[in-house]
């Protein structure tokens, strides 16, 4: 029971690393306020002791000021929503460019500058945990552009946060993940499947990537956010935390 009494949001909840980390840390005994756009996918969890579930577009800034209000002072903050561009500079639209700097940086910034007053108030301190990405962010990664800037953003916004608010016991965190097999993946590796000749080929692109020779999963990040929100990382903040397989070896 490592989150016993701490009271924790998620974003992206409903499928993937946010789903798997609503399930851990219900289990550590936080109290879990799990959020997604896919309200049907989302339900899902309901049933799961200690997690309530409430629809949540983090592109919404209505929807995250209204969210705020609501749950009050909070614990931990896990920003997982994300979403994966394929292409190079050359691929990249003006339209691509918005929505991924929207969905992965800005929505950080609009839900953290929603809920940091509570904590802050609550002097009680509190865990931020932002989704990054080895893919670009530390190590390039072919054909993800726009989405290795984003998640390079991210450790950017990271690191000031964790400065700006280190004496008022507010950390903040971000986690850079190698591959791990969630349902876009799934997407991803099937889409590739079509210009490499299927996609059983394709996951052997996406593994060969890990020098562990396999992809992570979704409940092994999920660890790692529990660790982050739990008082064992009181001493640990501004950090970059690879869990990738080696990837960035
Ligand atoms: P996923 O991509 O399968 O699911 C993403 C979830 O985000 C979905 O439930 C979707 O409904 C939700 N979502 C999309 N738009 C939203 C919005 N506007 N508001 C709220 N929710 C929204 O899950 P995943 O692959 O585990 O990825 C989660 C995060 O982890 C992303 O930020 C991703 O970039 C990052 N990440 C994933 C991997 C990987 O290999 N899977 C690697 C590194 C980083």
New binding site residues.
């Given amino acids: 029971m490592r989150l016993q009494g701490k009271k924790a949001v998620i ?2 909840a ?5 789903r798997a980390t609503a399930v851990a840390m219900a289990r550590e005994g936080a109290e879990v306020i799990a ?4 309200a049907e ?1 989302l339900a899902e969890l309901n049933s799961l002791p200690g997690i309530r579930t409430t629809q ?4 919404d800034p209505a929807a995250i000021a209204d969210f705020a209000a609501q749950v009050g002072a909070v614990d931990a903050l896990f920003n ?5 561009h394929h292409g190079t500079i050359l691929d990249c639209s003006e339209a691509d460019w918005d929505f991924a700097f929207d ?2 940086v800005r ?1 950080m910034f609009r839900l953290t500058k929603a809920l940091l007053p509570a904590m802050l108030e609550a002097k009680r301190g509190a865990s931020i945990i932002n ?1 990054s ?3 670009s962010s530390v190590k390039a990664a072919a054909n993800r552009f726009v989405y290795g800037t984003t ?1 390079a953003a991210v450790i950017g916004l990271t690191k000031s946060i964790a400065l700006d608010y280190i004496r008022q016991g507010i950390r903040c965190n971000a986690i850079c ?4 097999q ?4 799934d997407d991803r590796i099937a889409a590739l499947g079509e210009s490499v000749g299927g996609a059983e080929k394709a996951r052997e692109m996406f593994v060969s990537r890990q020098p562990m020779g396999r992809l992570g999963t ?1 409940e092994e990040v999920a660890a790692l956010v529990v660790y982050l929100a739990s008082d064992e990382a009181a001493f640990t903040t501004g950090a970059v935390h690879l869990i990738d397989g080696g990837w960035t070896l």
């Fill in positions: 974003t992206a409903a499928q993937g690393i946010g959020t997604d756009v896919n996918r949540l577009n983090v592109r997982c929503a994300g979403f994966v969905l992965n929505s989704i990405s080895g893919a998640k993940p190698g591959t791990i969630s349902p876009s993946l979704a």
